[in-house]
Protein backbone atom coordinates (compact mmCIF):
# COMPACT_ATOMS: atom_id res chain seq x y z
CA UNK A 1 0.00 0.00 0.00
CA UNK A 2 1.36 3.39 -0.97
CA UNK A 3 2.06 5.95 2.04
CA UNK A 4 0.53 9.31 1.87
CA UNK A 5 3.80 12.10 3.01
CA UNK A 6 2.77 15.38 4.63
CA UNK A 7 2.11 17.94 2.17
CA UNK A 8 5.41 20.07 1.60
CA UNK A 9 2.90 23.14 0.45
CA UNK A 10 -0.30 23.12 0.75
CA UNK A 11 -2.28 20.97 -0.79
CA UNK A 12 -5.95 21.17 -1.75
CA UNK A 13 -7.88 18.00 -0.07
CA UNK A 14 -10.98 16.44 -2.04
CA UNK A 15 -13.19 14.67 -0.07
CA UNK A 16 -15.30 12.30 -2.33
CA UNK A 17 -18.66 10.67 -0.67
CA UNK A 18 -20.12 7.05 -1.60
CA UNK A 19 -22.35 8.18 -4.21
CA UNK A 20 -19.97 10.30 -5.81
CA UNK A 21 -17.75 8.08 -7.67
CA UNK A 22 -17.41 9.96 -10.86
CA UNK A 23 -14.24 10.49 -13.18
CA UNK A 24 -15.34 13.88 -13.86
CA UNK A 25 -16.56 15.41 -10.59
CA UNK A 26 -16.66 19.38 -10.41
CA UNK A 27 -14.45 18.84 -7.46
CA UNK A 28 -11.58 17.54 -8.98
CA UNK A 29 -11.74 19.35 -12.63
CA UNK A 30 -8.65 21.50 -12.43
CA UNK A 31 -6.85 20.32 -9.58
CA UNK A 32 -3.23 19.35 -10.17
CA UNK A 33 -2.51 15.70 -9.10
CA UNK A 34 0.86 16.72 -7.84
CA UNK A 35 -1.06 19.25 -5.37
CA UNK A 36 -4.30 17.52 -4.43
CA UNK A 37 -4.96 14.76 -1.63
CA UNK A 38 -8.34 12.95 -2.70
CA UNK A 39 -9.90 11.98 0.56
CA UNK A 40 -12.58 9.01 0.92
CA UNK A 41 -14.23 7.75 3.81
CA UNK A 42 -15.69 4.43 5.28
CA UNK A 43 -17.66 6.07 8.59
CA UNK A 44 -20.10 4.42 10.48
CA UNK A 45 -22.34 7.18 10.45
CA UNK A 46 -23.40 6.36 6.59
CA UNK A 47 -23.73 3.11 7.29
CA UNK A 48 -26.07 3.12 9.64
CA UNK A 49 -28.13 6.33 9.21
CA UNK A 50 -30.95 4.30 8.65
CA UNK A 51 -29.83 0.00 8.60
CA UNK A 52 -29.23 -0.07 4.80
CA UNK A 53 -29.85 -3.21 3.09
CA UNK A 54 -26.65 -5.65 3.43
CA UNK A 55 -26.17 -5.21 -0.34
CA UNK A 56 -26.21 -1.92 -0.63
CA UNK A 57 -23.09 -1.69 2.00
CA UNK A 58 -21.08 -3.89 0.31
CA UNK A 59 -21.61 -2.21 -2.89
CA UNK A 60 -20.88 1.37 -1.73
CA UNK A 61 -18.16 0.42 0.09
CA UNK A 62 -16.42 -1.94 -3.20
CA UNK A 63 -17.47 0.56 -5.58
CA UNK A 64 -15.60 3.44 -3.29
CA UNK A 65 -12.39 0.84 -2.79
CA UNK A 66 -12.15 0.04 -6.67
CA UNK A 67 -12.68 4.18 -6.98
CA UNK A 68 -9.61 4.66 -5.09
CA UNK A 69 -7.85 2.23 -6.93
CA UNK A 70 -8.64 3.92 -10.43
CA UNK A 71 -7.74 7.38 -8.87
CA UNK A 72 -4.26 5.52 -7.38
CA UNK A 73 -3.65 4.43 -11.08
CA UNK A 74 -4.74 7.41 -12.98
CA UNK A 75 -2.28 9.03 -10.72
CA UNK A 76 -3.83 10.78 -8.28
CA UNK A 77 -2.73 10.20 -4.26
CA UNK A 78 -5.77 8.91 -2.37
CA UNK A 79 -6.50 8.57 1.46
CA UNK A 80 -8.64 6.24 1.99
CA UNK A 81 -9.66 5.39 5.51
CA UNK A 82 -10.95 2.60 6.08
CA UNK A 83 -14.29 1.40 8.49
CA UNK A 84 -12.25 -0.77 10.60
CA UNK A 85 -9.37 1.81 10.82
CA UNK A 86 -8.61 2.02 14.93
CA UNK A 87 -8.61 5.93 14.77
CA UNK A 88 -12.19 6.18 12.54
CA UNK A 89 -14.04 8.68 14.78
CA UNK A 90 -17.00 7.20 12.61
CA UNK A 91 -18.44 10.66 10.95
CA UNK A 92 -17.92 12.46 7.35
CA UNK A 93 -17.00 15.55 9.73
CA UNK A 94 -14.26 13.76 12.22
CA UNK A 95 -12.87 12.25 9.10
CA UNK A 96 -12.61 15.37 7.19
CA UNK A 97 -11.06 17.30 10.15
CA UNK A 98 -8.65 13.72 10.86
CA UNK A 99 -7.43 14.78 7.09
CA UNK A 100 -7.04 18.26 7.92
CA UNK A 101 -4.54 17.75 10.57
CA UNK A 102 -2.99 14.80 8.57
CA UNK A 103 -2.37 16.84 5.07
CA UNK A 104 -2.58 20.63 6.59
CA UNK A 105 -4.72 21.67 3.22
CA UNK A 106 -4.78 24.97 2.14
CA UNK A 107 -7.85 24.49 0.75
CA UNK A 108 -10.93 21.60 0.87
CA UNK A 109 -13.30 21.30 -2.03
CA UNK A 110 -16.18 19.25 -2.06
CA UNK A 111 -19.40 18.59 -4.35
CA UNK A 112 -22.31 19.40 -2.26
CA UNK A 113 -24.02 16.40 -1.01
CA UNK A 114 -27.05 14.29 -2.59
CA UNK A 115 -29.12 14.56 0.11
CA UNK A 116 -30.31 17.63 3.08
CA UNK A 117 -29.15 15.45 6.00
CA UNK A 118 -25.36 15.58 4.93
CA UNK A 119 -25.94 18.30 3.21
CA UNK A 120 -26.57 20.35 6.60
CA UNK A 121 -23.15 18.99 7.61
CA UNK A 122 -20.99 20.16 5.18
CA UNK A 123 -22.57 24.02 5.29
CA UNK A 124 -20.92 23.83 8.72
CA UNK A 125 -17.26 23.30 7.44
CA UNK A 126 -16.54 27.00 6.61
CA UNK A 127 -16.95 27.46 9.83
CA UNK A 128 -15.45 24.53 11.62
CA UNK A 129 -12.22 24.39 9.60
CA UNK A 130 -9.54 26.72 9.07
CA UNK A 131 -9.06 26.57 5.43
CA UNK A 132 -10.93 27.70 2.91
CA UNK A 133 -13.72 25.18 1.87
CA UNK A 134 -15.12 25.56 -1.42
CA UNK A 135 -18.91 23.21 -1.73
CA UNK A 136 -19.39 22.79 -5.29
CA UNK A 137 -22.75 22.28 -7.20
CA UNK A 138 -23.57 18.52 -8.47
CA UNK A 139 -23.33 19.02 -12.11
CA UNK A 140 -23.70 15.09 -12.78
CA UNK A 141 -27.63 16.44 -12.58
CA UNK A 142 -28.99 17.97 -15.91
CA UNK A 143 -30.71 20.31 -13.97
CA UNK A 144 -29.69 22.38 -11.14
CA UNK A 145 -31.00 23.61 -8.52
CA UNK A 146 -31.10 27.38 -9.73
CA UNK A 147 -32.76 25.81 -12.87
CA UNK A 148 -35.21 23.89 -11.31
CA UNK A 149 -36.60 26.75 -8.93
CA UNK A 150 -36.59 29.28 -12.10
CA UNK A 151 -38.75 26.38 -13.75
CA UNK A 152 -41.25 25.55 -10.24
CA UNK A 153 -41.48 29.25 -9.01
CA UNK A 154 -45.32 30.90 -9.95
CA UNK A 155 -46.46 26.89 -10.57
CA UNK A 156 -49.30 25.62 -9.07
CA UNK A 157 -48.95 22.37 -10.03
CA UNK A 158 -45.02 21.22 -10.66
CA UNK A 159 -46.36 18.82 -13.82
CA UNK A 160 -43.38 16.31 -14.19
CA UNK A 161 -44.58 15.99 -17.98
CA UNK A 162 -44.35 20.34 -19.04
CA UNK A 163 -40.82 20.11 -16.83
CA UNK A 164 -39.97 16.69 -19.24
CA UNK A 165 -40.40 18.92 -22.03
CA UNK A 166 -38.41 21.68 -20.91
CA UNK A 167 -35.74 19.46 -20.45
CA UNK A 168 -35.86 18.18 -23.83
CA UNK A 169 -35.31 21.24 -25.30
CA UNK A 170 -33.13 22.54 -23.10
CA UNK A 171 -30.60 19.31 -23.89
CA UNK A 172 -31.58 18.39 -27.70
CA UNK A 173 -32.54 14.74 -26.73
CA UNK A 174 -34.74 13.06 -28.91
CA UNK A 175 -35.70 16.59 -30.47
CA UNK A 176 -35.26 16.93 -34.33
CA UNK A 177 -32.91 19.78 -35.74
CA UNK A 178 -35.93 22.36 -36.00
CA UNK A 179 -37.15 21.94 -32.41
CA UNK A 180 -39.65 19.18 -32.41
CA UNK A 181 -39.72 16.27 -30.41
CA UNK A 182 -38.86 13.06 -32.60
CA UNK A 183 -41.44 10.78 -33.78
CA UNK A 184 -43.82 14.08 -33.64
CA UNK A 185 -44.79 13.65 -30.24
CA UNK A 186 -43.75 14.42 -26.76
CA UNK A 187 -44.75 11.54 -24.79
CA UNK A 188 -45.28 7.42 -25.97
CA UNK A 189 -46.89 6.64 -23.06
CA UNK A 190 -49.82 5.28 -24.44
CA UNK A 191 -48.12 2.68 -26.67
CA UNK A 192 -46.77 1.05 -23.70
CA UNK A 193 -48.48 -0.52 -20.51
CA UNK A 194 -48.80 -4.25 -22.01
CA UNK A 195 -49.84 -6.93 -19.01
CA UNK A 196 -46.73 -9.76 -19.21
CA UNK A 197 -47.36 -12.77 -21.72
CA UNK A 198 -45.91 -16.01 -21.45
CA UNK A 199 -43.83 -15.17 -24.12
CA UNK A 200 -41.69 -12.64 -23.35
CA UNK A 201 -38.46 -13.95 -22.74
CA UNK A 202 -36.35 -11.62 -20.77
CA UNK A 203 -33.07 -11.98 -21.42
CA UNK A 204 -30.55 -11.95 -18.41
CA UNK A 205 -29.55 -9.42 -16.97
CA UNK A 206 -25.58 -9.66 -16.34
CA UNK A 207 -24.25 -10.28 -13.19
CA UNK A 208 -20.79 -9.13 -11.77
CA UNK A 209 -18.96 -12.23 -9.42
CA UNK A 210 -17.50 -10.86 -6.22
CA UNK A 211 -13.36 -10.28 -7.22
CA UNK A 212 -11.19 -10.28 -4.03
CA UNK A 213 -12.28 -6.87 -2.53
CA UNK A 214 -15.71 -7.02 -2.84
CA UNK A 215 -15.26 -10.67 -0.94
CA UNK A 216 -13.24 -8.54 1.90
CA UNK A 217 -16.06 -5.82 1.72
CA UNK A 218 -18.79 -9.01 2.69
CA UNK A 219 -16.59 -10.25 5.25
CA UNK A 220 -16.97 -6.87 6.65
CA UNK A 221 -20.51 -6.38 6.44
CA UNK A 222 -21.24 -10.10 7.73
CA UNK A 223 -19.18 -9.00 10.70
CA UNK A 224 -20.50 -5.68 11.06
CA UNK A 225 -24.02 -5.31 9.83
CA UNK A 226 -25.02 -8.95 9.71
CA UNK A 227 -28.59 -7.75 11.91
CA UNK A 228 -29.26 -5.58 8.57
CA UNK A 229 -31.78 -6.67 6.18
CA UNK A 230 -30.94 -8.62 3.41
CA UNK A 231 -29.20 -11.47 2.07
CA UNK A 232 -25.53 -10.57 1.68
CA UNK A 233 -25.27 -13.55 -0.95
CA UNK A 234 -25.60 -13.64 -3.84
CA UNK A 235 -24.01 -10.37 -4.80
CA UNK A 236 -23.98 -9.25 -8.50
CA UNK A 237 -24.15 -5.61 -8.44
CA UNK A 238 -21.78 -3.56 -10.86
CA UNK A 239 -18.55 -2.06 -8.44
CA UNK A 240 -16.58 -0.55 -11.06
CA UNK A 241 -17.82 1.85 -14.03
CA UNK A 242 -16.40 -1.18 -16.27
CA UNK A 243 -19.31 -3.06 -15.00
CA UNK A 244 -21.58 -0.53 -15.00
CA UNK A 245 -21.32 -0.09 -18.54
CA UNK A 246 -21.00 -3.89 -19.51
CA UNK A 247 -24.76 -4.27 -17.76
CA UNK A 248 -25.92 -1.08 -19.56
CA UNK A 249 -24.74 -2.00 -22.70
CA UNK A 250 -26.47 -5.10 -22.33
CA UNK A 251 -29.72 -3.34 -21.54
CA UNK A 252 -29.44 -1.46 -24.76
CA UNK A 253 -28.36 -4.50 -26.93
CA UNK A 254 -30.84 -6.73 -25.29
CA UNK A 255 -34.19 -5.30 -23.22
CA UNK A 256 -34.03 -1.69 -24.36
CA UNK A 257 -36.55 -2.51 -27.14
CA UNK A 258 -39.51 -3.99 -25.11
CA UNK A 259 -37.95 -1.43 -21.74
CA UNK A 260 -41.43 0.53 -23.28
CA UNK A 261 -44.36 -1.94 -23.56
CA UNK A 262 -43.60 -4.19 -20.29
CA UNK A 263 -42.44 -1.35 -18.48
CA UNK A 264 -45.40 -1.93 -15.78
CA UNK A 265 -45.74 -5.62 -16.04
CA UNK A 266 -45.22 -7.70 -13.42
CA UNK A 267 -44.06 -11.34 -13.22
CA UNK A 268 -43.68 -13.55 -9.86
CA UNK A 269 -39.69 -14.42 -9.39
CA UNK A 270 -38.72 -11.32 -11.67
CA UNK A 271 -37.86 -8.52 -10.40
CA UNK A 272 -36.06 -7.16 -13.79
CA UNK A 273 -37.79 -8.19 -16.69
CA UNK A 274 -37.06 -5.55 -20.16
CA UNK A 275 -35.54 -2.94 -16.91
CA UNK A 276 -32.13 -1.39 -17.00
CA UNK A 277 -31.12 -2.16 -13.61
CA UNK A 278 -28.78 0.78 -14.34
CA UNK A 279 -30.34 3.04 -10.65
CA UNK A 280 -27.57 1.44 -8.47
CA UNK A 281 -24.64 2.56 -10.81
CA UNK A 282 -26.03 5.89 -12.13
CA UNK A 283 -26.81 7.31 -8.09
CA UNK A 284 -23.72 6.51 -6.70
CA UNK A 285 -21.62 8.03 -9.78
CA UNK A 286 -20.63 4.69 -12.28
CA UNK A 287 -22.89 5.97 -15.06
CA UNK A 288 -23.98 9.45 -16.34
CA UNK A 289 -27.21 10.06 -17.30
CA UNK A 290 -26.48 12.30 -20.32
CA UNK A 291 -24.28 9.31 -21.53
CA UNK A 292 -27.43 6.74 -20.94
CA UNK A 293 -29.92 8.90 -22.56
CA UNK A 294 -27.59 9.75 -25.85
CA UNK A 295 -26.56 6.24 -26.13
CA UNK A 296 -30.04 5.47 -26.26
CA UNK A 297 -31.31 8.17 -28.82
CA UNK A 298 -28.96 6.24 -30.58
CA UNK A 299 -30.14 3.32 -30.64
CA UNK A 300 -33.39 4.82 -31.53
CA UNK A 301 -31.58 6.64 -34.69
CA UNK A 302 -29.58 3.32 -35.90
CA UNK A 303 -33.00 1.79 -35.73
CA UNK A 304 -32.25 -0.76 -33.04
CA UNK A 305 -35.44 0.16 -31.10
CA UNK A 306 -38.54 1.53 -31.27
CA UNK A 307 -40.01 4.81 -30.23
CA UNK A 308 -42.14 4.36 -27.22
CA UNK A 309 -39.25 2.38 -25.53
CA UNK A 310 -36.30 4.84 -26.24
CA UNK A 311 -38.54 7.62 -25.22
CA UNK A 312 -39.67 5.68 -22.03
CA UNK A 313 -36.60 5.19 -20.80
CA UNK A 314 -35.08 9.05 -21.94
CA UNK A 315 -38.67 10.10 -20.11
CA UNK A 316 -37.43 8.11 -16.41
CA UNK A 317 -34.20 9.29 -16.53
CA UNK A 318 -34.19 13.09 -18.23
CA UNK A 319 -37.86 13.75 -16.95
CA UNK A 320 -38.47 11.71 -13.66
CA UNK A 321 -35.16 11.37 -11.92
CA UNK A 322 -34.34 15.06 -12.92
CA UNK A 323 -37.62 16.53 -11.48
CA UNK A 324 -37.96 13.85 -8.26
CA UNK A 325 -34.19 15.69 -7.36
CA UNK A 326 -35.57 19.30 -8.72
CA UNK A 327 -38.79 18.70 -6.01
CA UNK A 328 -36.41 17.19 -3.25
CA UNK A 329 -34.58 20.12 -2.77
CA UNK A 330 -37.68 22.39 -3.27
CA UNK A 331 -39.82 20.77 -0.52
CA UNK A 332 -37.00 20.24 2.24
CA UNK A 333 -37.15 19.59 4.96
CA UNK A 334 -40.79 19.41 5.57
CA UNK A 335 -41.15 16.87 2.85
CA UNK A 336 -39.91 14.29 5.24
CA UNK A 337 -42.54 15.36 7.74
CA UNK A 338 -45.56 15.47 5.74
CA UNK A 339 -48.59 13.39 6.42
CA UNK A 340 -51.71 15.21 5.15
CA UNK A 341 -54.01 12.20 5.03
CA UNK A 342 -52.86 11.43 8.81
CA UNK A 343 -51.83 7.94 8.15
CA UNK A 344 -50.60 6.52 11.63
CA UNK A 345 -50.66 2.86 11.47
CA UNK A 346 -47.07 0.62 12.20
CA UNK A 347 -45.42 -0.56 9.17
CA UNK A 348 -46.18 -4.12 9.34
CA UNK A 349 -43.62 -7.01 10.15
CA UNK A 350 -44.39 -9.03 6.78
CA UNK A 351 -42.71 -5.73 5.14
CA UNK A 352 -39.22 -7.34 6.80
CA UNK A 353 -39.94 -10.70 6.40
CA UNK A 354 -42.20 -11.49 3.74
CA UNK A 355 -44.18 -13.78 5.42
CA UNK A 356 -47.87 -13.02 3.97
CA UNK A 357 -50.26 -14.56 2.03
CA UNK A 358 -50.31 -12.28 -0.16
CA UNK A 359 -48.50 -13.56 -3.02
CA UNK A 360 -48.31 -10.11 -4.42
CA UNK A 361 -46.13 -8.50 -1.31
CA UNK A 362 -44.48 -11.70 -0.37
CA UNK A 363 -42.64 -11.72 -3.84
CA UNK A 364 -41.77 -8.14 -3.90
CA UNK A 365 -40.59 -8.59 -0.54
CA UNK A 366 -39.01 -11.58 -1.79
CA UNK A 367 -36.75 -9.37 -4.44
CA UNK A 368 -35.96 -6.87 -1.78
CA UNK A 369 -34.26 -8.91 0.52
CA UNK A 370 -32.47 -11.08 -2.35
CA UNK A 371 -31.93 -8.52 -4.92
CA UNK A 372 -31.93 -5.42 -2.73
CA UNK A 373 -34.27 -4.11 -5.80
CA UNK A 374 -37.97 -4.45 -6.98
CA UNK A 375 -38.93 -2.19 -9.98
CA UNK A 376 -40.94 0.84 -10.48
CA UNK A 377 -44.46 -0.79 -10.95
CA UNK A 378 -43.31 -3.40 -7.78
CA UNK A 379 -42.68 -0.55 -5.47
CA UNK A 380 -45.52 2.13 -6.30
CA UNK A 381 -48.33 -0.08 -7.36
CA UNK A 382 -47.86 -3.23 -4.98
CA UNK A 383 -45.91 -2.01 -1.70
CA UNK A 384 -46.08 1.69 -1.91
CA UNK A 385 -49.75 1.48 -2.84
CA UNK A 386 -50.50 -1.30 0.13
CA UNK A 387 -48.95 1.55 2.46
CA UNK A 388 -51.22 4.19 0.94
CA UNK A 389 -54.66 2.16 1.38
CA UNK A 390 -53.69 0.48 4.56
CA UNK A 391 -52.89 4.10 6.22
CA UNK A 392 -49.25 3.26 7.18
CA UNK A 393 -47.04 5.92 8.82
CA UNK A 394 -45.37 7.90 5.81
CA UNK A 395 -42.27 8.43 7.91
CA UNK A 396 -42.41 4.56 9.02
CA UNK A 397 -42.82 4.18 4.80
CA UNK A 398 -39.42 6.64 4.09
CA UNK A 399 -37.18 4.45 6.60
CA UNK A 400 -38.44 1.29 4.82
CA UNK A 401 -37.49 2.30 0.95
CA UNK A 402 -34.24 4.01 2.34
CA UNK A 403 -33.27 0.45 3.85
CA UNK A 404 -33.94 -1.73 1.41
CA UNK A 405 -32.74 -0.44 -2.07
CA UNK A 406 -29.20 -0.58 -3.08
CA UNK A 407 -29.89 2.48 -4.96
CA UNK A 408 -32.29 4.43 -2.64
CA UNK A 409 -30.92 7.71 -1.37
CA UNK A 410 -33.10 10.09 0.51
CA UNK A 411 -33.09 12.64 -2.62
CA UNK A 412 -35.00 9.87 -4.89
CA UNK A 413 -36.55 7.99 -2.47
CA UNK A 414 -38.36 10.64 -0.48
CA UNK A 415 -40.25 12.47 -3.20
CA UNK A 416 -41.25 8.72 -4.64
CA UNK A 417 -42.42 7.84 -1.27
CA UNK A 418 -43.90 10.85 0.51
CA UNK A 419 -45.12 12.40 -3.08
CA UNK A 420 -45.27 9.92 -5.72
CA UNK A 421 -46.73 6.76 -3.32
CA UNK A 422 -48.39 8.52 -0.52
CA UNK A 423 -49.93 11.29 -1.42
CA UNK A 424 -48.36 12.70 2.02
CA UNK A 425 -47.41 15.92 0.45
CA UNK A 426 -51.17 16.40 -0.33
CA UNK A 427 -50.58 16.62 -4.01
CA UNK A 428 -47.67 18.68 -4.62
CA UNK A 429 -45.92 16.24 -7.22
CA UNK A 430 -48.49 13.82 -7.72
CA UNK A 431 -52.24 14.92 -9.09
CA UNK A 432 -54.08 12.02 -7.31
CA UNK A 433 -53.42 8.91 -4.99
CA UNK A 434 -51.85 6.24 -7.13
CA UNK A 435 -54.77 4.14 -4.90
CA UNK A 436 -55.65 0.52 -6.70
CA UNK A 437 -57.45 -2.60 -5.71
CA UNK A 438 -56.44 -5.89 -6.73
CA UNK A 439 -58.28 -5.48 -10.05
CA UNK A 440 -54.62 -3.59 -11.27
CA UNK A 441 -52.66 -5.74 -9.79
CA UNK A 442 -54.38 -8.85 -11.15
CA UNK A 443 -54.57 -7.01 -15.20
CA UNK A 444 -50.84 -6.41 -14.91
CA UNK A 445 -49.24 -9.28 -13.21
CA UNK A 446 -49.17 -12.79 -12.63
CA UNK A 447 -49.39 -12.89 -8.69
CA UNK A 448 -52.88 -12.92 -8.81
CA UNK A 449 -53.88 -16.57 -9.88
CA UNK A 450 -52.41 -18.62 -7.49
CA UNK A 451 -52.99 -16.19 -4.34
CA UNK A 452 -54.52 -17.46 -1.24
CA UNK A 453 -57.03 -14.72 -1.71
CA UNK A 454 -59.73 -13.96 -4.29
CA UNK A 455 -58.52 -10.94 -6.21
CA UNK A 456 -62.63 -11.47 -7.68
CA UNK A 457 -63.75 -11.52 -4.30
CA UNK A 458 -64.59 -8.03 -2.97
CA UNK A 459 -65.21 -8.48 0.76
CA UNK A 460 -65.14 -11.11 3.37
CA UNK A 461 -61.84 -13.43 4.88
CA UNK A 462 -61.22 -14.67 1.05
CA UNK A 463 -61.23 -11.68 -0.58
CA UNK A 464 -58.01 -9.68 -1.91
CA UNK A 465 -57.06 -7.51 0.66
CA UNK A 466 -56.52 -4.41 -1.62
CA UNK A 467 -60.55 -4.62 -2.88
CA UNK A 468 -61.72 -3.68 0.76
CA UNK A 469 -58.64 -1.02 1.39
CA UNK A 470 -59.67 0.77 -1.03
CA UNK A 471 -62.82 1.68 -0.35
CA UNK A 472 -61.24 1.96 3.64
CA UNK A 473 -58.96 4.71 2.07
CA UNK A 474 -61.58 6.71 0.03
CA UNK A 475 -63.60 6.80 2.35
CA UNK A 476 -61.69 7.27 5.53
CA UNK A 477 -59.98 10.31 3.32
CA UNK A 478 -63.17 11.64 1.90
CA UNK A 479 -62.63 15.16 3.19
CA UNK A 480 -59.32 15.48 1.70
CA UNK A 481 -59.87 13.73 -1.36
CA UNK A 482 -63.78 14.31 -2.80
CA UNK A 483 -62.59 17.77 -4.36
CA UNK A 484 -59.81 16.43 -6.14
CA UNK A 485 -60.79 16.41 -9.82
CA UNK A 486 -59.36 13.20 -10.69
CA UNK A 487 -60.54 11.13 -7.92
CA UNK A 488 -63.75 12.72 -6.67
CA UNK A 489 -66.06 11.35 -9.02
CA UNK A 490 -65.51 7.75 -6.97
CA UNK A 491 -67.46 9.01 -4.01
CA UNK A 492 -70.37 9.00 -6.37
CA UNK A 493 -70.09 5.23 -6.80
CA UNK A 494 -69.38 4.76 -3.14
CA UNK A 495 -72.50 6.69 -3.06
CA UNK A 496 -74.59 4.12 -4.81
CA UNK A 497 -73.35 0.88 -3.03
CA UNK A 498 -75.87 1.64 -0.12
CA UNK A 499 -75.02 1.04 3.35
CA UNK A 500 -74.72 -2.69 3.18
CA UNK A 501 -72.19 -2.91 1.31
CA UNK A 502 -70.22 -0.31 2.18
CA UNK A 503 -70.43 -1.97 5.87
CA UNK A 504 -69.57 -5.11 3.84
CA UNK A 505 -65.74 -3.07 2.44
CA UNK A 506 -65.40 -1.12 5.99
CA UNK A 507 -65.70 -4.70 8.14
CA UNK A 508 -63.70 -6.43 5.99
CA UNK A 509 -61.11 -3.64 5.65
CA UNK A 510 -60.82 -3.49 9.51
CA UNK A 511 -60.98 -7.05 10.38
CA UNK A 512 -57.73 -7.24 8.15
CA UNK A 513 -56.17 -4.08 9.73
CA UNK A 514 -56.74 -5.82 13.20
CA UNK A 515 -54.97 -8.46 12.43
CA UNK A 516 -51.82 -7.01 11.03
CA UNK A 517 -48.85 -7.43 13.13
CA UNK A 518 -46.76 -4.32 13.41
CA UNK A 519 -43.01 -4.81 12.89
CA UNK A 520 -40.76 -5.30 15.48
CA UNK A 521 -38.52 -1.47 15.34
CA UNK A 522 -35.42 -3.06 15.71
CA UNK A 523 -35.58 -3.61 11.73
CA UNK A 524 -35.11 0.05 11.65
CA UNK A 525 -33.31 1.42 14.56
CA UNK A 526 -32.73 4.62 13.18
CA UNK A 527 -36.51 5.54 12.88
CA UNK A 528 -36.46 5.00 16.59
CA UNK A 529 -33.16 7.31 17.28
CA UNK A 530 -34.58 9.70 15.23
CA UNK A 531 -38.33 10.17 17.11
CA UNK A 532 -35.39 10.11 20.67
CA UNK A 533 -33.11 13.30 18.94
CA UNK A 534 -36.84 15.05 18.32
P1 LIG B 1 -35.79 1.54 -15.01
O1 LIG B 1 -37.21 1.17 -14.89
O2 LIG B 1 -34.98 0.84 -16.03
O3 LIG B 1 -35.73 3.11 -15.26
C1 LIG B 1 -34.53 3.74 -15.71
C2 LIG B 1 -34.03 4.76 -14.74
O4 LIG B 1 -34.95 5.84 -14.66
C3 LIG B 1 -33.86 4.32 -13.32
O5 LIG B 1 -32.62 3.65 -13.15
C4 LIG B 1 -33.91 5.63 -12.55
O6 LIG B 1 -32.65 6.24 -12.53
C5 LIG B 1 -34.84 6.47 -13.40
N1 LIG B 1 -36.18 6.49 -12.78
C6 LIG B 1 -37.26 5.79 -13.15
N2 LIG B 1 -38.32 6.12 -12.39
C7 LIG B 1 -37.87 7.03 -11.51
C8 LIG B 1 -38.49 7.73 -10.45
N3 LIG B 1 -39.77 7.58 -10.13
N4 LIG B 1 -37.73 8.56 -9.72
C9 LIG B 1 -36.42 8.76 -10.02
N5 LIG B 1 -35.79 8.11 -11.02
C10 LIG B 1 -36.52 7.27 -11.75
N6 LIG B 1 -35.30 5.09 -7.58
C11 LIG B 1 -34.07 5.21 -7.09
O7 LIG B 1 -33.12 5.36 -7.87
N7 LIG B 1 -33.83 5.18 -5.75
C12 LIG B 1 -34.83 5.03 -4.85
O8 LIG B 1 -34.59 5.03 -3.64
C13 LIG B 1 -36.15 4.89 -5.34
N8 LIG B 1 -37.19 4.71 -4.49
C14 LIG B 1 -38.45 4.58 -4.99
C15 LIG B 1 -39.50 4.41 -4.09
C16 LIG B 1 -40.80 4.29 -4.56
C17 LIG B 1 -41.94 4.15 -3.59
C18 LIG B 1 -41.04 4.34 -5.95
C19 LIG B 1 -42.44 4.22 -6.47
C20 LIG B 1 -40.00 4.49 -6.84
C21 LIG B 1 -38.70 4.61 -6.38
N9 LIG B 1 -37.62 4.76 -7.26
C22 LIG B 1 -36.36 4.91 -6.75
C23 LIG B 1 -37.83 4.86 -8.72
C24 LIG B 1 -37.74 3.52 -9.48
O9 LIG B 1 -38.55 2.56 -8.88
C25 LIG B 1 -36.30 3.01 -9.58
O10 LIG B 1 -35.47 4.04 -10.06
C26 LIG B 1 -36.20 1.82 -10.53
O11 LIG B 1 -37.03 0.78 -10.10
C27 LIG B 1 -34.76 1.34 -10.62
O12 LIG B 1 -34.64 0.23 -11.45
P2 LIG B 1 -34.10 0.36 -12.94
O13 LIG B 1 -32.76 1.02 -12.92
O14 LIG B 1 -34.19 -0.96 -13.59
O15 LIG B 1 -35.14 1.39 -13.55
C1 LIG C 1 -24.67 4.99 1.42
C2 LIG C 1 -23.30 5.22 1.98
C3 LIG C 1 -22.78 4.32 2.90
C4 LIG C 1 -23.49 3.06 3.26
N1 LIG C 1 -21.58 4.53 3.46
C5 LIG C 1 -20.87 5.62 3.12
C6 LIG C 1 -19.60 5.89 3.70
O1 LIG C 1 -19.14 5.19 4.57
N2 LIG C 1 -18.93 6.97 3.28
C7 LIG C 1 -19.43 7.82 2.35
O2 LIG C 1 -18.75 8.79 1.98
N3 LIG C 1 -20.63 7.62 1.82
C8 LIG C 1 -21.36 6.54 2.16
N4 LIG C 1 -22.58 6.32 1.63
C9 LIG C 1 -23.12 7.33 0.69
C10 LIG C 1 -23.57 8.56 1.48
O3 LIG C 1 -24.59 8.17 2.39
C11 LIG C 1 -24.06 9.62 0.53
O4 LIG C 1 -22.94 10.28 0.05
C12 LIG C 1 -25.01 10.52 1.24
O5 LIG C 1 -26.27 9.97 1.09
C13 LIG C 1 -24.98 11.95 0.77
O6 LIG C 1 -25.54 12.12 -0.46
FE1 LIG D 1 -52.12 -9.51 -4.32
FE2 LIG D 1 -54.77 -9.59 -4.04
FE3 LIG D 1 -53.65 -10.60 -6.21
FE4 LIG D 1 -53.37 -11.83 -3.85
S1 LIG D 1 -55.25 -11.55 -4.98
S2 LIG D 1 -51.76 -11.46 -5.38
S3 LIG D 1 -53.26 -10.08 -2.47
S4 LIG D 1 -53.61 -8.48 -5.59
Redesign the pocket.
Known amino acids: MRTISMAQTACTLVPILGDQLSNGLASLRGCDKAETIVLMMEVWDEATYVKHHKQKITLIFSAMRHFAEEMRAAGWTVDYVHLDAPDNSGSLTGEVARGIERHQPGAVRIVEAGEWRVQQVIEQWPDKFACDVAILPDDRFLCSHVQFQAWAEGRKQLTMELFYREMRKRTGILMTADGKPKGGEWNYDKDNREPPKADMNPPKVPKFAPDAITREVQDLVAARFGDHFGDLEPFGWPVTRAQALEAADA ?1 FRQRMAK ?1 GPY ?1 DAMVHGSD ?1 LF ?6 S ?2 CGLLD ?1 LELCERAEKAFDEGHAPLNSVEG ?1 IR ?2 LG ?2 EY ?1 RGFYWLHMPGLAHDNVLNAHRPLPEFFWTGETDMRCLADCVRSTREDA ?4 IQ ?2 MV ?2 NFCLIAGIDPQAVQDW ?2 AV ?1 A ?3 EW ?2 L ?3 SG ?2 LYADGGKLATKPYAASGNYINKMSDYCKKCRYKVAQKTGEDSCPFNPLYWHFMDRNREALSKNHRIGRIFSTWDRMGEEKQRAYLDSAEAFLDRLEPANPSWARVAIEREAAE
Request: proline share 5%.
Open positions: FFQDHSMVSTLNPFQIWRIHAHHRLLGFLYDAYVEPNVMT
